[in-house]
């Protein structure tokens, strides 16, 4: 009877090493394909999936709030070119995570948003299910894909299909809708394992046509006024070398949109960030490369662009962004890379650099500028303006060029993208497309965690609202990461009143607010900075330290504008209270 009882438990035991499920298959399927971090919010039908992720080797955050997990993966697809990972609850968890999924689609970051659903005969007969809800319909109009998983055995080409779709092409972000039960489906592990696939080529080089090219440097080389704009793109596509050779090679003036910093040093002699306004009026051939013509250039026209007629190239890998606004003469369509390198092999050794005159124009304009600044960045003003403050934070990036910098924030963030000089590619990440306000934290610990850097986080009081409660992630996880608050008591100013009733206007913080307690609470490190000197040195403190550290600034309640520096977008009543 003993044998027998033996056989039984032996034959049981083979069974289940024979065996795996959906958990382990999904779990299986992102290493397979290199994807080894996950940020999210554990919870219904997800928690178990989570522990296991993390027995497996897979580093596991887990945040707050979904939204701010998105953030951090959208950021990472944007640092490593692979599909930052979201992992969610269904229902009210999926619709906070789908925020960030459609930021990373507007903006071209690869990220692939995973959540856990209520079960499909359920939910399609709209019986009440827990967390009920069709998450797929609603996903699809707001990222580039969108696949539901319902056998275990398609868990391998469901997760190919969503890398694929992220990073293919013009990157975006993918929906990956995984019912409850799939977790726990049970099959063969043979055939578990052969059903998984990694990804070959994922996103294959796109070679523009040999024409495109020849046309695009016949504009270039009629140009009188040429002008290059770097997108966030241009440093998504890590051609950073090539694109740096280019610029030079050409000998036009380049300008940097916010992300597109550090691919060359902003203190590069053909750099025009200092001379923007000038050469945007008065360039008259202008290539974009890996940038769109939205409504952070003005579409290409109006005002911005001054009086002189203007021809456009533009390197983009996505054919329908040309003539998104006005007219493109030459559209070089491909990757940004092969684009870039087929220009700079077609211009060979003899290429006659921009005109002296117009080089010569530009960087009288923009040492006439940076020069009109200085003073304003050196004052120790207490309680601080911005120029005080951002001088000083100028001052410690220059010493610290390999620092990752997160900014966000309405006066904040317009101020500081001029006023501090980025060195590396890929250093400064900020709001992007949308100008939105909320990705402070996540993109911070995803910085921190994808780069292994020191990250300087620069906030507007306002921003940092958004997502504040992740400084504890920030401090569970024990991050480098330094927060530096602008607190000037309100959105744009503190200094806002309401003339009708007790109620503060709809602008205005509570005054004197120390944000620093907040960090302390979880065991960070708090600082109450109310003087460029006081702020120099606790940034410098928690930079050589590497311990989560967030600093209130304290700014004149009365610094700071209407919306920033996109005032003309707020509409106006012209009517008068009578």
């Known amino acids: 009877m003993s044998a027998i009882v033996q056989s039984i438990d032996a034959n049981k035991a083979e069974a289940e090493r024979e065996q795996t499920d959906g958990f382990n298959l999904i779990i299986d399927a992102l290493k397979l394909n290199g994807l080894t971090t996950i940020y999210g919010v554990p919870g219904i039908p997800i928690t178990d999936f989570g522990r296991m992720a993390q027995a497996a080797g897979i580093r596991v955050l887990s945040f707050r709030h979904e939204q701010n997990a998105g953030y951090a993966a959208s950021i990472a697809g944007f640092l490593t070119k692979k599909p930052g990972i979201c992992l969610t609850v269904s229902a009210p968890g999926f619709l906070n995570g789908l925020t960030a999924l459609a930021h990373a689609t507007t903006n071209c970051f690869p990220m692939i948003l995973i959540s856990g659903s209520s079960e499909r005969e359920i939910v399609d007969l709209q019986q009440g299910d827990y967390e009920e809800m069709d998450q797929l319909a609603i996903a699809k109009p707001l990222c580039k894909a969108a696949f539901r998983v319902l056998h275990a055995a398609d868990i391998g080409i469901g997760l190919a299909r969503a890398i694929r779709a992220a990073v293919s092409g013009r990157p975006g972000g993918v929906y990956l809708d995984l019912p409850a039960k799939l977790f726990g489906q049970v099959m063969d592990a043979e055939a578990g394992r052969k059903s998984l696939v990694k990804v070959i080529d994922a996103a294959p080089a796109q070679i523009p046509a040999p024409d495109s090219v020849k046309r695009a440097l016949d504009v270039l080389k009629s140009a009188k006024k040429p002008l290059i704009i770097l997108g966030k793109g241009a440093a998504y596509a890590q051609a950073d070398d090539a694109i740096r050779r280019l610029v030079e090679k050409s000998g036009v ?43 952070l250039l003005s579409h290409g026209k109006g005002k911005t662009w001054g009086d002189a007629p203007k021809k456009f190239i533009q390197i983009d890998i996505e054919p329908k962004e040309m003539d998104s606004n006005v007219e493109i003469v030459a559209p070089v369509v491909g990757d940004i890379g092969s684009c870039v390198s087929a220009m700079l092999a077609a211009m060979g050794d003899k290429w ?144 806002d009143v309401n003339g009708v009733g007790d109620d503060p206007a709809p602008t205005v913080f509570v005054k004197g607010a120390r944000y620093d307690r907040m960090m302390e609470a979880f065991g960070g490190i708090g600082v109450n900075a109310t003087s460029p000197d006081e702020l120099k040195r606790a940034v410098n403190q928690a930079m050589d330290s590497g311990k989560p550290t967030l600093i209130n600034a304290v700014l004149d309640p009365g610094a700071g504008s209407e919306s920033g520096r996109i005032g003309n977008l707020n509409p106006q009543s012209k009517l008068k209270k009578k």
């Open 352 to 495: 006659t650099p921009a005109p002296a005159d117009w080089m010569g124009a530009v960087a009288s304009k923009r040492e006439e500028n940076v020069a009109k600044m200085a003073p304003r960045l050196m004052n120790n003003n207490s309680p601080m303006d911005y120029h005080g403050a951002l001088g000083v934070l100028r001052t410690i990036v220059k010493e610290r060029p390999d620092a990752m910098l997160v900014n966000e924030g309405a006066n904040t963030l317009d101020l500081a993208r001029g006023i501090i000089d980025i060195y590396q590619p890929r250093k400064r990440i900020d709001v992007g497309t949308w100008g939105i306000m909320g990705i402070g934290m996540g993109y911070a610990i995803a910085a921190a965690v994808e780069t292994g850097k020191p990250v300087l986080c620069v906030e507007g009081d306002s921003a940092f609202g958004f997502s504040g409660m992740e400084v504890e992630t920030i401090c569970r996880y024990k991050l480098p990461v330094c927060i530096v608050i602008f607190n000037n008591d309100g959105i744009y100013r503190g200094t």
């Open 253 to 295: 003036p380049f300008l940097p949109m916010s992300m597109g910093k550090g691919l060359l040093p902003d203190t590069h002699p053909q750099c025009a960030g200092a001379a923007r306004s000038t050469v945007l009026k008065d360039s008259d051939v202008v290539m974009l490369i890996g940038a769109r013509l939205n409504w």
